[in-house]
Structures are given as C-alpha cells and as structure tokens.
C-alpha cells in the first residue's frame, strides 16, 4: 500500500493532457502537478512583482523628507504590495503546494474536480492583470491600504476602486474552488486504509484550511460589494451621513481577516511538520495533539477579529473579551513549537537546506509570536496600534514564517519535482543572505514602533532617520537574495545538476551509520525509533 502512496512522481500521466505540446497543454492541462507548477511559478513572479513595490517604499523611506514618489503613490504602493502578497505570493504557493503534494500523500491519481482545478488558476492572472492595471488609470490605483477601510475606500477613493473590487472578487472565488477541491479530494480519494488520523500532517492542515477559506471568502466578497455599493451606487452601509456606521466596515473586514491570516500560516506548520522529522529522524513528536492544536487555532481563528480594533472605542467588556480569546490563541501555537522541539530532541539531525529554513522558521516565527501576544493586551496595544511595530510582528509572522516555510518546502520537494537535485552552492548563498537581511530588516521596526513612527507615512520624525536607513539597506540585500534563488529554480528546470535519487533525503551527510528516516511521503510502517 505504501507504494499507491510513494507513486512516482516522474509517471507521465499522458491522458491528463491536452493534445499538442507547448502553451496548449498548460491551457488545457487538468494534471494536478502541472497545476500545482503554474501556481507555483505565477505566485512567485507575485512574489518578485509585490516585493518590488516593497523596494519602492523603502527607498522612499530611506532618508526623511519626501524624495521619490509623490505621496499618494506611495500610499498605492503599500495597498497594492499588501493586495499581491497576501492573495498572490503567499496564498497562492500555497494551492501549488497542495495541487502538487495533496493527491500524492493520500494516494490518489489526480484532484477530485480536475477541470475546476484548471480553470481556478487560470482566472487568477486575470484578476492580477486587473489589479496591477488599476494603477494605470487616471488618479492611480488604490491608495487605502490592504484593509481598504471605509471611508478611504468608499467616500474619497477614485475610480480604480471598481476594479480593485472586480479582481478581489475573483481572486476569492478561486480560492472558494480551491479550497471545495482540497476537501473533497481528501474526503474521497484517500487511499484504502488511510484513516484520517493517518494523513501526513500536511494534508491536514490544508484540510482545515481549506474549511477556513469556505467560510470567510464569502465576507470578504460580502465587504467589497458593499464599498463598491457605498461608492457608486449611493448606498451608505458604511457612510454615518446615511445612518451607517464606519467601524461596522472594520467588523465585517477582519471577521474575514483574522482567519485569513491563519489560512496563510496553517500550511505552513504542516511543512514544518513534515521536514523536522525527515532530518531528526524520528518520528513527529505527539501527531494527535498536532492535527487537535490545528483545529484548535482555527476555530479560534474566528472569535478574536476585533483585537485589530481596540481603539475603535468598544465596551471594555468586549476588549476584555478579545484580549483574552487573542492570548488564548498562542496556547496551541506553542504545542506546536514545543512539538518541533521535542521531534528534534536527541534526533540524528543533519542540516541540509530545508532543515535551515525549518529551523529559521521556528525561532523567528516564535519570535513574530510573542510579538503579538504584547499586541493582544488591550491597554499597551493603544501605544502600538498604527504603529511600525505592528509591522514588524506581522511580517516576521508573514515573511521569516510563511515565506520561510514555502523556501523550506521548495527545498524539501524540488528534487522531486525536478528530477535533479538543487546548486547547493545557490542554495546556501540564499538562506544566509535572507537569514541576515530579514532580521536587518524587520528587527529595527520594533524600535521605531515602540518609538511612536506611525506606519503607511512616506515621511517621518529625523530621530528614526538611523533606523530606517539600516531598514532600508535590510529590504534591498533581502530583495537581492531572492535572485540566488531564482537562478537555483532555473538551473533545475533546465535539468541541470545530478539525478535526484528516490528518497533524496534518505542517506543523511556525515553520520557514521545508517538510519531508516521516515519517507518524504506518509508510509503506513512506522518509522523505528532511534534509541
């Protein structure tokens, strides 16, 4: 059974495709890895399209004074990278990832619905045209920022708002597809005698994702409609001149939002959980309390949404509420970092190139973790709140944990994918450039927020001049980075580089004997465990 669910990846599954060769079989394609490579390779041209309004932004923020762009582009490039980032780079990998690796883990030939596979990626670069050419229009894109709060997005937003509107929506509705795709395949097609409490952890945190992605895309759609009611139709949902309520916008943004933000970090566990016992050579220390503590944050997910609204003037009772439900929420957080731990825990570990990024990932995103918890204390969020120190937390949560745990997985599975094993020469010259950049980058804006800088302002205070210029430099070295990585996923496309071997992982560098490691994919034997 376990060779159903060891298949060979290499098998040419020649009736999946359409016939002629070239730009006609991807159009047509309905082959699950196929799908999973065009997710991968458009979310990381997103990856290199939002990072480049990243380094706009910080080189305007190099020096104070206003010296590149004119504000309100400014304020389009920080709506704009936040838009690509979240619903291109990250979300996206992360459906390439689970076309490619999903159907494989369960044994299954393809995806339950393989032409709604097809056609809910082939929306998505029209829904980014759409976006990226609303900056184009007369008056500029959109310039509210990514939670596009009303009444900057309804009462003083230009026209881009519409479209803005229209590729949001089917951004979402590719991922509603996506997500209706993910379930039923793991509900059918697993293979005989995979219970659920046998599925690699990876599958189960897309699983749960997916459930989250079902029930809040339908509020953000809900959210967008009514701006582009708000701002073209006369209607006042969020307008207090015609009986509505502003906060109200906020309230139904993050009720999509929060959960949003765990859609994009839950894969990310089922990553790590899937790398660290590969290279400790042990077996995943407490699975069931794994698969409970996913669940766990996202059911919760959904109770803490008003912890970004603190100072929007709620009753105390309800700040208590979402201070202690948001504080709540690192508990089983932490079971999962104290999970890793003790998988590593007297482990023949070996460090090759996913473990690197497994292990950055781990400190840092713990480290975006704590940061939030001081977010999630009511009376010291009103002295945080808008301020850069928010960005920091969420970007060591969004970059050094879902973007550090997509490269741990590009790694972990590219000999796989590609045939040949990666330019490990590329490989270390990108995990220590980012490692050291990202910090450079990101650690400073802690001491700026805590300092009172106020974030999406292109201009600031001469006292944080030192900071920001070293931020700055932080941004353009981790943007660079990306190239050696770049490069690494060129050379393997091109097949250049030794035959990857069937379980490349297996035989572990410098250890004097051999021990059986746990497959790269779900085996029903369980691993021996190492006296």
């Not at 599925?199 to 582009?228: K, N, R, S, Y």
């Not at 800088?453 to 943007?479: C, E, H, T, V």
């Not at 379980?503 to 490691?517: D, N």
Request: hydrophobic share 55%; glycine share 8%.
């Amino acid at each position: 059974m376990s060779s159903i669910v060891e298949q060979d990846i290499h098998a040419d599954d020649h009736h999946h495709h359409a016939p002629g060769g070239g730009i006609k079989r991807w159009l047509y394609t309905t082959n699950h890895k196929d799908i999973g490579t065009l997710y991968l390779w458009f979310a990381f041209i997103m990856f290199l399209v939002g990072g480049s309004m990243a380094m706009v932004i910080r080189a305007e923020l190099f020096e104070p004074g206003l010296q590149i762009v004119e504000p309100n582009f400014f304020n389009q490039m920080t709506t704009v990278h936040g838009l690509v980032m979240v619903f291109g780079a990250v979300m996206l990998t992360f459906t390439g990832l689970a076309n490619w690796m999903v159907p494989m883990m369960i044994g299954a030939p393809d995806m339950a619905l393989p032409r709604m596979n097809n056609w809910s990626f082939w929306i998505l670069p029209f829904a980014f045209a759409i976006l990226l050419a609303s900056l184009f229009m007369e008056g500029g894109g959109p310039n509210f920022g990514w939670t596009f709060y009303a009444p900057l997005s309804t009462t003083y937003s230009n026209d881009s708002t519409a479209l803005f509107v229209f590729s949001v929506h089917i951004m979402g509705a590719s991922s509603i597809m996506g997500a209706i795709n993910v379930i039923v395949t793991i509900m059918n097609m697993r293979a005989p005698g995979m219970t659920y409490m046998k599925m690699p952890l990876f599958v189960w945190t897309w699983f749960i994702t997916a459930f989250l992605l079902i029930a809040v895309m339908p509020v953000l759609a809900g959210a967008v409609t009514m701006v582009l009611t708000d701002k073209f139709f006369g209607t006042s949902f969020f307008s207090a001149a015609g009986g509505g309520d502003p906060v109200l916008f906020q309230h139904i943004f993050w009720f999509f939002g929060h959960p949003e933000v765990y859609i994009m970090i839950l894969p990310a566990f089922g990553i790590i959980s899937q790398i660290v016992p590969t290279f400790a050579r042990k077996p995943l220390f407490g699975y069931a309390s794994m698969v409970y503590a996913t669940a766990s944050i996202a059911l919760l997910s959904f109770v803490v949404w008003a912890h970004h609204m603190f100072t929007t003037g709620m009753p105390v009772a309800g700040e208590l509420f979402f201070m202690i439900a948001t504080m709540l929420i690192s508990v089983p957080t932490g079971v999962k970092v104290f999970n890793w731990v003790a998988t590593m825990w007297r482990g023949a570990m070996t460090f090759e190139m996913p473990m690197l990024f497994a292990l950055a990932f781990i400190v840092l995103f713990t480290i975006g973790g704590f940061s939030g918890l001081m977010l999630a204390i009511t009376p010291v969020d009103f002295q945080y709140h808008d301020t850069y120190f928010v960005v920091a937390h969420f970007h060591y949560v969004l970059v050094t944990g879902a973007i550090f745990s997509i490269f741990a997985a590009a790694y972990y599975w590219l000999p796989k994918w590609s045939g040949v094993m990666f330019d490990k020469k590329l490989a270390n010259w990108h995990f220590w450039c980012s490692l050291v950049s990202v910090n450079v980058l990101f650690f400073p804006m802690h001491f700026v927020g805590l300092a009172g800088m106020p974030r999406r302002i292109p201009d600031y205070a001469l006292q944080f001049a030192d900071f920001n210029k070293w931020i700055s430099i932080g941004g353009f070295a981790f943007g660079l980075s990306q190239l050696f990585f770049l490069a690494l996923l060129i050379k393997a496309c091109r097949k250049q580089g030794e035959p990857a071997a069937a379980k490349p992982w297996e035989g572990a560098e410098g250890l004097e004997w051999e021990i059986p490691s746990p497959a790269p994919y779900h085996t029903f034997e369980t691993p021996p465990v190492i006296k």
